[in-house]
Structure formats: structure tokens, C-alpha cells
């Protein structure tokens, strides 16, 4: 469907295939928020991911080396999995390293939780190659650790889906309260616009206060979009996915994304909204023709108003992070 | 337990046994916003109930009969069953008149949906006599009349509970949006303090802001809630049955309320909170045993304090609004 699509699906050749006791993960991109559960909710996807080896090595210390072209640092205290990397080893009291070659397969910088992408894959790819000693609470306070280091906040809104699959709750973060939700078999179609939109830019133009009524109608909503998950309902889902407090602020911040919305529901998605704090947007549909056009249709706004863009047509992955096979 | 316990407990003898096509109907009360669903979520209790008789009569109009001791009007204008029984027989297009004798068996102005009985009761009562003909949505449209008539907003928060039994989610009121969650098996722990606490008051009280930071927490509890009641994860429920918005302001109005909810809690309970706007004090247990000594010990509190009290033990009713058999 698009460029970046196609050189994402390019068959990946892992550099670790011969050394023993290496891992080959893929790590999911995912999608924050939802619409109505800003800082509480997110899903991972089924694609796009980025690919993660991982092998014990005898010295230590973290080794990073990136196969793909975002230039981000190898220095393992200012690289998002080299932190994760660095805590996991401290934590397991391990003399040995661990030695990461990353293939980020989008752009950093979508919405889509590339940060969360690079620190859940890092947390359980380390437990694998030190064998198994974590607790997925521990996966997700390792990976935290990355996600302060990118973001300066430690959320876990996207780990949380990365690393379990499916929609998860973070009902709080002190102290760490996750809750699976549900793995419903929705399609999600994901719009990548090549526009920047910083995270700190999109938290700082938030409201510090909001009005009760508008604060029910959120707690309405997403009580409703809990309920229809766990149903899975498909109607209440859509009915839910609508947000009163953040997205009229954020979504300023996104051109073309009104009329997206706007049309892509007219085509038949349940709903959708902005992807964590934007750029990409993102639509949940019932089946893959509807999932289809809905990506069209974005793809015609973002062609029509000049901006690059990118489309994925993807479901919702039921395991977050896993061994990648070729 | 208490003296209006066994009073609540005595036995009614219907004054329309014999005529025909009289319908006898117990109405439960009902506990609003379950601590963080300030105004969306409520449920029903199996008592205390309030009694009421309905038959059609020849004479066009509401006649209503009080057979207890607190005086409320028999204006049907006036009456919260009443102006639900008019609205009923105009929609029906009906030349018939109703006739209703009400037992409220717990003063009104508890926090216990007093006049929610009251509609919802009359709206099934209406409904029954006039030969079933309005659905779910319908009645509770009804019956938002009377409580408009009883507190000046249509809410549905004890309504909706009340007629249809269990755990309700309200997600919306403009359009009625009501999703039935669960009727999970808990105990449920009532103290009623005879104390006032106007509904107009309490809300009044509220800020009409709050901080985006304290409503990411609120939300965060409510989706646990949902969740907590879906998967019958009674710690979850526990743990969600926090609020960081409303109770910390109306709890200032109701004496003994924060003992009343640590001692609870330390004996057992898994939490609870205000019922509604208050006055009266609801915690939800997971065995009949810890719902009695947390009843003890509300008695206790309030014993000491001297304020005139009574306590309930009961369940989530599953049914609502139903047939009353002595």
C-alpha cells in the first residue's frame, strides 16, 4: 500500500542466526490511549514492528549496533533498550553483557510507541538471554526505564500492550496495577503522517484542569469502551471512542485530521482517533474491506493536502512481543 | 440489626389482593456512583425495598394512596410515582386511570435512590397495568420525570440499577446509552446515619474543575471497576473503589465518614465508599460473615458518636423492580 509498508515487509535476515542461546524478537508497534483513555489504555498491533536480537556476551556492558538508518545512539546510557539493557543486568546481578542488534522497521517519532517498541523488546529480550528471571511487573518497571529516558515520564501505556499483546488497562502506575483486557479481532488501520509532533509539545498544550461534566462523559466513555472489549461489542466499542478532553486540543496539532475522522467513520470504522500524542491516526473496523478503504480513504486526505504518508492495514497482535520468524 | 431492619422486615399485606389485574411490586434501593462512578455507574440492592400496588381504573387520572408515616404528597404533580404514572398514561394514549398505594419501607433523604423507587417503580407498575408496552429505554425515560421532579436533573444513575438489577453503566443520558455490567455475588454493608444531607447540597459543594492529573487517576479506577465487575476479580473491585474527586469533598458533610471506611476495610471489607450524595455509608464484601461484623461496625462508630443510625445487610439484587411475594 505504500513504500515504507513494502521495505517494512522486506524479509529480515538475522545477523545472530548462528550464535548460540541468541534471540530473534519482534517488537510491536502499539497505540496508546484510545481515544477516551488518555495515560491509561492502549493495544498493541499485529504490524508494524521492529526487529530485536539479542545474545549473552562474556564481557561486560551493553553492546548496541543499529541496522537501520535513524542514527539513533549506540552509547547504551542515551539509547532507550541500552538503559533497559544496563537495568536488567544490574538487576539480575549478572557479570556478564548483552550485546543488541535493533532494526527499527518506521520512523521513530509516529505516535505509535517506538520508544515503548525499543524498551519492552529490550526488558524481554534481556530476560530471555538471562534466562527467565523476571515477572512481568519486573519486564514493565525495566522497560519504564527506557520510556523515562525517551519521553521523561515513566508511562506505560504503550509498554504495558507491547509487551502483553491485546488492550491493556494501566489502572495505576504507583504502585503498578495492569489489567488484560481483551485481544478482540478488530482491524486496525493506521495513518502515519510524515509530520513532527513532539510529546512533550502535545502534554504541554493540555489543560491543566478540566470540567467535571466533561471529566463524566470521559469516565462514561470509557467505562463503555471497557465494557464493550470485554463483551466484545462491537457498537458500544465505537460508541465509546470518543474523547471530549484531549483530542479537541491535540488534534490541532494535525492537519487533515478532522475530515479523516470524519470520512473513515462514514465508511464504515467503529471509531478511532489520535495514536498516543500523534502524529499517526488510527481506525478500528470489524473486517478487512472496511479496514481496507478506511486506509484509502486516509491515504487520499494526506495525498490530497500534500503531506507524506504512510498507511498500515494491520489486526490487534495477541502477544505484544514475540520470536520473529521469518 | 437495627429497629428499622425488623420494621423494614415486617410483613405487608397488599390492600388490592382481590382486584383484578392489580400488580404488587417491590422497588430496591439502590446505591449511585459506587465511589469513582460519580453519576455513569449504580447498582441494586435486594433491600431495603419500597412496596407498591398498581391497578387501572375506569376514572381517568393518578390516585395515589401513602400507607406509610412520611407524608409525601398525594398531588400526583407533586409525587415523584405520580408525574411518572401521568407521563405513562399519555404516552399510552390511555382514557384509563392508575391507582397506586406506596409503602416506603426507609425514609427518603438516605443516599439509598429514595425517589428512584419511587419512578422506576411506577414506571414497571405503569408499564404491567397498561399491558407491557414500553421497552427498557422507555421506562427509564419515565421514570428520569420523577426524578427530575425530586432533585432537578434527569439522572439515571439509580434508575437504571433499580429497574433493571445489578451493576449499570450510564454512558451516556443524551441519547439514553445504558449498558447492564454484571450482577456479581457480593454482600453489601448499608449504614444509614439519620443525619441530613441534601442532594442540591451535595452537589453544589463539588468544583466544577478538577485537575486532568486527579481525573487520569478517577479514570483509571472506574476502568478497573468495569473491569473488576466483568471478570468477578473481587481484589481488582477492591482496589478500584477509589475517588480522588468527589469523595474527599462530600465526605467533609457526612461525621465519622473516614473512620467508618478504615475500620471497614481493616475488618474485611473490599472497599466502599458514599452511597450517592450521602448520607448513608455503603461496603461491598465477598462473604456474608464480613459483610455482619462490618455492619458492627458502622453500628459502633455511630453508636458512639450518637447519631441515630441503622445498618443493612443484603446482596446485589439481580432482578430490580419485581413482583412482591410475601
Known amino acids: 500500500m505504500s513504500n515504507e509498508q513494502e521495505s517494512f515487509s522486506k524479509k529480515y535476515s538475522p545477523s545472530l542466526a548462528g550464535s548460540p542461546g541468541a534471540v530473534v524478537l519482534k517488537s510491536p508497534r502499539t497505540v496508546a490511549n484510545l481515544v477516551c483513555g488518555f495515560d491509561i489504555l492502549g493495544l498493541a498491533l499485529a504490524e508494524p514492528y521492529d526487529i530485536m536480537e539479542f545474545r549473552l556476551t562474556d564481557e561486560a556492558g551493553v553492546t548496541i549496533i543499529n541496522r537501520d538508518e535513524y542514527n539513533l545512539p549506540t552509547d547504551p546510557e542515551k539509547n532507550v533498550a541500552g538503559v533497559v539493557l544496563l537495568a536488567a543486568l544490574e538487576k539480575a ?17 509516529s505516535g505509535l510507541g517506538s520508544s515503548a517498541a525499543s524498551a519492552a523488546g529490550a ?9 527467565n528471571i523476571f515477572s512481568t511487573d519486573e519486564l514493565i518497571q525495566l ?3 527506557g ?4 519521553t521523561g515520564v515513566k508511562h506505560a501505556d504503550n509498554i504495558t500492550p507491547c509487551i502483553l499483546g491485546g488492550v491493556t488497562l494501566i489502572r495505576s502506575i504507583h504502585p503498578l496495577d ?5 485481544s478482540p479481532d478488530l482491524f486496525v488501520t493506521v495513518v502515519h503522517p510524515q509530520i513532527e509532533v513532539r510529546t512533550s509539545d502535545a502534554r504541554q498544550i493540555l489543560r491543566k484542569q478540566v470540567f467535571l461534566k466533561d471529566a463524566i462523559k470521559q469516565w462514561g466513555n470509557i467505562a463503555g469502551l471497557v465494557a464493550g472489549f470485554m463483551k466484545n461489542d462491537t457498537e458500544l466499542i465505537g460508541r465509546s471512542l470518543e474523547d471530549v478532553i484531549i483530542e ?18 462514514e465508511a464504515g470504522a467503529l471509531g478511532g482517533g489520535i495514536s498516543g500524542s500523534g502524529p499517526s491516526i488510527f481506525m478500528l473496523s470489524t473486517d478487512r474491506a472496511t479496514a481496507q478503504s478506511v ?13 507524506e504518508n504512510n ?9 505484544g512481543v514475540g520470536s520473529y520468524n521469518n
Chains 1, 2 share one sequence.
Open 93 to 109: 546481578g549478572s557479570t556478564k553483557g548483552i550485546e543488541v542488534i535493533i532494526e527499527k522497521r518506521i520512523k521513530p517519532g
Open 123 to 131: 526488558a524481554v529480550g534481556a530476560n530471555k538471554v538471562l534466562g
Open 143 to 145: 522497560a519504564m526505564i
Open 147 to 150: 520510556e523515562k529516558l525517551a
Open 178 to 182: 495492569i489489567i488484560p483486557l481483551a
Open 248 to 265: 479537541p486540543i491535540r488534534s490541532i496539532l494535525i492537519p487533515g485530521f478532522d475530515e479523516v475522522k470524519l470520512k473513515c467513520k
Open 295 to 307: 486506509g484509502n480513504i486516509m491515504k487520499e486526505i494526506y495525498d490530497k493536502i500534500g503531506v
Open 311 to 319: 498507511v498500515y492495514v494491520t489486526t490487534i497482535s495477541k502477544e
